[in-house]
Every structure is written in structure tokens, then in C-alpha cells.
């Protein structure tokens, strides 16, 4: 199995942005960390974190016939796209959605998720325990694969 995990703008500023609320580690980290659970889960992994919404729709689009599904932090386009929403349907690849805060409890503008829309299932508010957990459920949901 093939997993895209797939990084919104300013996901890059780990361990500098507003710690209080994302933590203090990097994106890197969150990179190996789940290079880790995707090893244990027998999962492929490519990483891909782009700070522009087109470039997010083209690797969604690119993913097609590659990738058994994909792991998304659409960050503050979660909010906003629709163009990502599409993209996510447009290719029919099983996606999970993960956010580290939980964006239920913050601004009232970070309830709304388009993205998750196209989504079977959403982590948020776990850290980066989040994506663990997305690349474990994508596992479940494809046992085939
Ligand atoms: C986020 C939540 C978004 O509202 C925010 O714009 C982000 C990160 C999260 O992971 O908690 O950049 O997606």
C-alpha cells in the first residue's frame, strides 16, 4: 500500500508557529515520526508540503494511479478551498484528514472543512498522534492492499 501524506501552507513552520498550540517540534519530525508508523503499518509513504493551493491540487491530481490513499492537512486551506475539495473527489483515493489542533474548539472560522468533505474520516486535536492514527485507519480500510 501507498500513502501521499500531503502538508497545507505553513505546516513547514512546526516547532516555530504559535508552539502553544502546535507544539514545539519540527516538521521534520513530524516527518520521521511518520515515516515510523507508516514502516510498522507495512505502508509506503512519500511526503509532499506546499504553502500553495495549486501546487496541492496538482499532487492530489499526480497521486492518481499512484497512491492507495492519502493522508491531508489542508492547514488553513482546509477552511477556504474548494478547488482542494474537488481535487480530493475528483480522484476518488480513499483520504483521511488530520488536523493537530482540534479545530472544532478554536475560531469559529476553523469549523467549517471542505476538504473533509471528500474525507472518510477526519483526526483532529491529537498531534501528531493524528496522523498515526490516519495512516492505521487508511490500513483497516484497504485490507487488501
Ligand atoms: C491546522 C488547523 C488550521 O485551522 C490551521 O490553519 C493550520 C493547522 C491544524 O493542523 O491544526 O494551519 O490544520
New binding site residues.
Given amino acids: 500500500m501507498k500513502i501521499l501524506i500531503v502538508n ?4 513547514n513552520m512546526l516547532g516555530t508557529r504559535e508552539k502553544s ?2 507544539g514545539s517540534e519540527t516538521y521534520e519530525s513530524l516527518v520521521a515520526f511518520v515515516k515510523d508508523a507508516c514502516a510498522e503499518n507495512g505502508v509506503e509513504a512519500e511526503f509532499f508540503q506546499s504553502n500553495h493551493e495549486g501546487a496541492i491540487v496538482d499532487a492530489i491530481q499526480e497521486a492518481l494511479g499512484k497512491f492507495d490513499g492519502i493522508v491531508i ?4 486551506y ?2 477556504t478551498s474548494i478547488a482542494i475539495l474537488d481535487a480530493l473527489k475528483a480522484v476518488s483515493i480513499p483520504a483521511v484528514e ?4 482540534d ?1 472544532s474548539k ?1 475560531e469559529e472560522f ?1 469549523r467549517i472543512s471542505y476538504a473533509g468533505l471528500a474525507c472518510v474520516k477526519t483526526f ?1 486535536g491529537m498531534g501528531f498522534e493524528g496522523y498515526k492514527m490516519a495512516v492505521q485507519f487508511l490500513k483497516d480500510y484497504n485490507p487488501d492492499l
Avoid: D, Q
Avoid at 8 to 11: A, D, M, W, Y
Avoid at 73 to 76: E, K, T
Fill in positions: 497545507g501552507p505553513n505546516i498550540i502546535y492537512n489542508p492547514a488553513a482546509t477552511h488530520v488536523h493537530l489542533s479545530i478554536r476553523r483532529a
